[in-house]
């Protein structure tokens, strides 16, 4: 005997975002805004000058991607559950890409899901991270391997919050805005070659271009089956890093500098690339300052943290490798020995 339960529908999850000043907003419900130290002393005040509710609270959660872990998480929960929300309630993730990451996952579990706003603080989860509906926390086996798709309510995007922005937090959101650029828009990457980022109407376009071409990819692969997979574009190589490190030395867009270095030169040896476009990409990426070497101290150790990669299946490593610039390719064919001779350019075999 078979029974059959029916659940095919559309669900419309789109959601609006706003790039311009922070509009005042007020909500008939608890809300609570999860944030960390920095980011409240630097901007709470502005951000309650804009947001009232009918409860509002504040949770803080330490600064830092070692703190992307289910006890952070759990003390958002305690929070919600202490201050009694239900289902109509909502979040709002105020900061970066930790930030956002965190209140997303933490919104989707909390009584099986409740709504969540995204205000980003920082370049990279003004262009990327905040963007798509991605959550989750980091664990000993690597980053972001626990978590589930959720996608915000709204986005605001407001470049006021940059304005006490550092220049390495700059560069990282700038590391995701050139992946976006060599894997999507070789117009878009001509562009970043001659732009001054420094200048704030130049920045905001920067901003409003990588924002259309995340936008543009997540309404055509929303859970990441396909097209989308592409943003992961130096992930692989830099999620590793990350692992490594601990997530100490490196912020997150630097690590995936890194990576798509290492990448760019896999689609080197394959022969996906001219080594002249993979200069032009890594002198890009120099150019402010974005790190663009790494010494692996164990070749063998960091190929076996490859299989940890969400993308990958059974024994196959899955690679996003860019076509020149403006185009890329997800492979699954890369044979160990080419893999482990690329390793071998950025360090030694133990």
Known sequence: MQINIPLKQVIDNSYDITIDALPTMHFETKVAIV????IAGLHLAHLLGKLSAKELYIITIPDGEHYKTQES????????????????????????????????YAASIYQRGIDFIQIPTTL????????????????????????????????????????????????AGIAEIVKMAVTFSKDFFFFLENADITNPDILQEIIKQAVLIKADVVAKDEK????????????????????ETKYKTFLHGEAVAIGMVMANEMA????????????RVQSLLERVTLPTTY??????????????????????????LPLGIGDVTITDEISKEVVLKVLCKFGEVS
Do not use: C
């Open 295 to 320: 010494s692996i101290k164990n070749i063998n150790a960091f190929y076996e943290a490859f299989f940890l990669d969400k993308k990958s299946a059974d024994s196959k490593l899955t690679f996003i």
């Open 224 to 243: 990441e089956h396909g097209l989308r997979a592409a943003l992961n574009y130096g992930h692989t190589f830099g999620h590793v890093i990350e692992n």
């Open 73 to 104: 998480i759990d003390t958002i929960l305690e929070s919600l559950f202490n201050h009694r929300f239900n289902r109509k309630s909502l979040l709002v993730a105020f900061g970066g890409g930790v930030i956002g990451d965190m209140s997303g």
């Open 35 to 38: 944030t960390n130290p920095k």
């Open 124 to 171: 990279l989860s003004q262009v990327d991270a905040s963007v798509g509906g991605k959550t989750g926390i980091n664990n000993a086996y690597g980053k972001n391997l626990i978590g589930a798709f959720h996608q915000p309510k709204a986005v605001y995007i407001d470049s006021y919050f940059l304005t006490t922005l550092p220049s390495r937090e700059l560069g």
């Open 268 to 279: 080197v040896e394959m022969g996906f690339m001219k080594q002249e476009d993979a200069l």
